[in-house]
C-alpha cells in the first residue's frame, strides 16, 4: 500500500498532465481559429457572371459606349477577384501563324474558315471582297496609340492558359452573324454569346468573370465571319499580402508546436 504522501503526489501530477494537456487544446483550438480566420478573409464570390455590351455600325471605340461600359464593369470585377492582364498584339509578329506564344504562360493557335493560319495585321485594306472592308465590317485596332490586333478570317481562335484563368474579355470588331460564341470548360462545358450589333457590323465587348475556377483553354468561334480581336484581358490570381501570409505562417507554427507538447505528455511517464 503506497504511502498518503505517494498517492498525493500522483495526483498532483494527474492534475498538472489534465492541465497542460487542457492548456495545449486550448492552444491548438487558438491555432485552428487563426487559420480559419486567414481563410475566411478571401471573399466568397457567385460563379460565371458575363458581361457584353454591343454598338451598331461603330467604326471606333470612340462611337461605341456600350462596349466601352461593358468593358469598364469588366475591369471593375476582375480587379475585385484579383490581378488584370491585357494582351494588345502590339509586340506580335504580323502575318499568318500556327501557334503564337503571347506570355510566358499563354499560346494563341488557330484556323481560319478555310483550316488556313489566322493573322496578326494592322490593316484590312487586303482583304479582297464587296463591298469592300470598313472597321465595322472587317474589324480593327482597339488599343490607344496603336496598330496591331488578331484578325480571324471565320473560324477559331483558342487562348491557352498554362497557369489556368478565372476571367477573360476582349473587344471583337466587325461582327455582323449571329450564333458566335466564346467556349470553355470549368469544369463544365460553357458557352458565352458573342452579340451582333447589326447587319451593319459595329463593335462588341465579351466578357465573363468565373471566380474561384482554373480554365485552362479559351475559343473564340466566329464561323464565317470577319472579325478582329483586340485588348485580350485575362486574370490571374492575387498574390497573398505578406501580412496575411506572416499570420497564416504563425497560425500553423502554433498549431504544429500545440500539437507535439500534447505528443511529448502523453509519452513522459508520470513520477511516482
Same mark, same amino acid.
Given at each position: ?26 492552444? /491548438? ?14 471573399? /466568397? ?8 455590351? /454591343? ?8 462611337? /461605341? ?25 502590339? @509586340?506580335?509578329?504580323?502575318?499568318? =501563324?500556327?501557334? #503564337?506564344? #503571347? ?29 469592300? &472592308?470598313?472597321?465595322?465590317? &472587317? ?21 491557352? =492558359? ?5 476571367? =477573360? ?21 460553357? @458557352? ?51 501580412? @496575411? ?19 511529448? #505528455? ?7
Amino acid at each position: 500500500m503506497q504511502p498518503t504522501w505517494m498517492l498525493t503526489k500522483v495526483d498532483s501530477e494527474l492534475n498538472m498532465t489534465d492541465m497542460r494537456a487542457n492548456k495545449g487544446t486550448i492552444s /491548438a483550438a487558438a491555432a485552428a481559429a487563426a487559420v480559419a480566420l486567414v481563410l475566411a478573409a478571401a471573399p /466568397a464570390h457567385a460563379a460565371l457572371i458575363t458581361f457584353a455590351g /454591343a454598338d451598331d455600325g461603330a467604326g471606333s471605340l470612340a462611337t /461605341a459606349p456600350n462596349s466601352v461600359a461593358a468593358a469598364g464593369n469588366f475591369d471593375a470585377a476582375v480587379a475585385a477577384l484579383g490581378i488584370e492582364r491585357t494582351i494588345t498584339f502590339e @509586340s506580335s509578329p504580323l502575318g499568318a =501563324f500556327s501557334s #503564337l506564344a #503571347l506570355a510566358s504562360n499563354i499560346t494563341l493557335t488557330g484556323a481560319n474558315v478555310n483550316n488556313n493560319a489566322q493573322s496578326i495585321v494592322n490593316t484590312t485594306a487586303n482583304i479582297n471582297i464587296t463591298p469592300p &472592308c470598313v472597321n465595322a465590317t &472587317c474589324g480593327y485596332n482597339t488599343t490607344a496609340g496603336g496598330s496591331q490586333f488578331l484578325l480571324l478570317f471565320g473560324g477559331t481562335a483558342t487562348f491557352s =492558359f498554362n497557369g489556368g484563368t478565372n476571367a =477573360f474579355g476582349a473587344y471583337l470588331t466587325g461582327v455582323q452573324n449571329g450564333g458566335e460564341t466564346i467556349t470553355f470548360s470549368d469544369g463544365t462545358s460553357q @458557352s458565352v454569346d458573342i452579340p451582333n450589333p447589326g447587319f451593319s457590323g459595329g463593335t462588341t465587348f465579351v466578357g465573363f468573370t468565373d471566380a474561384d475556377k482554373s480554365i485552362a483553354s479559351i475559343t473564340v468561334n466566329v464561323n464565317n465571319d470577319i472579325v478582329g480581336v483586340d485588348d485580350v484581358r485575362y486574370g490571374t490570381d492575387p498574390v497573398p499580402e505578406p501580412a @496575411s501570409l506572416a499570420l497564416l505562417g504563425g497560425a500553423l507554427a502554433g498549431l504544429g508546436l500545440t500539437r507535439r507538447r500534447k505528443h511529448m #505528455l502523453a509519452l513522459k511517464p508520470i513520477q511516482t
